[in-house]
């Protein structure tokens, strides 16, 4: 049988073949969970969540019109449940997005003590276990998902400038510990 | 000597750089090293950020939604089902009740109301007999409860 889009499952389910659904879940799952997981940083809140978020969607499918992919709306289900369970209100996310603070700095207490030189994988860990949910978001959307700035910044619900000033920093705050560890000489 | 910064890399990184400005900035990094360290640096960081692992949900997740999903539409159908049954039955017994009324009412001339049960006529010497043998009954088998 040939692959079926993203339409196609859903057409099927809306006809009342709701096990056809699971398809649509395998489709998405794994990638939904890491950036849940990644946003709250807690393994079962996020399987929680990530079944939160399957049934949200199932249940507002006929809302769902089509004029946008179904990665798109499916992830703004994703993202603003992730952040009702955080505890954040709509406000506090509309404040979030229009200040987002500082450069992230994630310093690295034993850089120079320990003398041991961190693999690239360890600082890439301790940079993702400690971004603020919203670059979280953006790095999982942007690397995983392969998302463009525009289509997050639908799911994010803010400016594109905004997106990349997330991605961007996540970006720097790498660098950093990179630099900070030494590693640059493997540049040379 | 103008040097380059982060804002700029990340931009060559996204490819949001014209041809002549990239051009200038790769001559640029060929005699300034630490433009191209800097450079080098964030470039290692953003590889190492298509790196990123997926973490697997956990296998139980299908099973644990589609219990969700159905556990929610059968109540929601059944309970709409019962809703329009309980309307069309009430619906029902006020229409019989109201015509019944009505009828009663068409014909509540004073001159010929008659009580719809006339309680003089029913014998209830039969409910007397049966207190009777209830008594003598209960005398029999508790003596000594209704007379020690
Ligand atoms: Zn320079």
């Not at chain 1, 942007?142 to 997106?163: D, K």
Request: one cysteine or more; hydrophobic letters at 40%.
């Amino acid at each position: 049988m040939a692959k079926l889009d993203d339409l196609e499952i859903i057409e099927s389910v809306r006809r009342g073949n709701v096990s056809d659904y699971s398809l649509l879940i395998d489709r998405y799952k794994h990638k939904a969970f890491s950036m849940i997981f990644r946003m709250l940083k807690n393994r079962m809140d996020a399987e929680e969540v990530l079944q939160d978020c399957f049934v949200k969607a199932y249940n507002n499918l006929k809302s769902f019109k089509g004029d946008s992919l179904f990665s798109t709306w499916f992830y703004r289900i994703v993202y603003n449940t992730t952040l009702s369970r955080i505890g954040m209100k709509k406000r506090q996310i509309e404040e979030m997005m229009l200040s987002i603070g500082e450069e992230l700095d994630f310093e690295d207490p034993d850089a120079d003590t320990s003398g041991r030189k961190k693999e690239e994988k360890e600082l890439l860990n301790r940079v993702i276990e400690k971004l603020p949910p919203n670059y979280a978001a953006v790095i999982n959307l942007f690397y995983l998902e392969e998302m463009s700035c525009e289509e997050i910044s639908v799911i994010l619900n803010t400016g594109v400038p905004n997106v990349k000033v997330l991605l961007h920093r996540s970006r720097n705050a790498l660098k950093k510990l990179i630099k900070e560890n030494n590693l640059e000489d493997e540049l040379r | 000597m103008k040097h380059y910064n982060d804002e700029f890399f990340n931009k060559m990184i996204d490819g949001e750089v014209d041809d002549s400005t990239r051009r200038e900035f790769l001559h640029h990094i060929s005699e300034c090293k630490n433009c191209e360290l800097e450079y080098l640096l964030l470039q290692k960081a953003h590889n190492s950020f298509q790196k990123i692992q997926i973490e697997e949900a956990p296998p139980t997740l299908n099973m644990m939604v589609l219990k969700r999903i159905s556990r929610v539409v059968k109540p929601s159908e059944g309970g709409k089902k019962f809703f329009i049954g309980m309307l069309i039955g009430l619906t029902t017994m006020l229409l019989i009740l109201f015509g019944y009324a009505f009828e009663v009412g068409k014909t509540l001339d004073p001159k010929d109301q008659k009580p719809l049960i006339d309680f003089s006529k029913i014998d209830l010497s039969f409910l007397q007999e049966f207190l009777n043998s209830f008594k003598s009954f209960s005398a029999v088998f508790t003596p000594n409860l209704v007379e020690p």
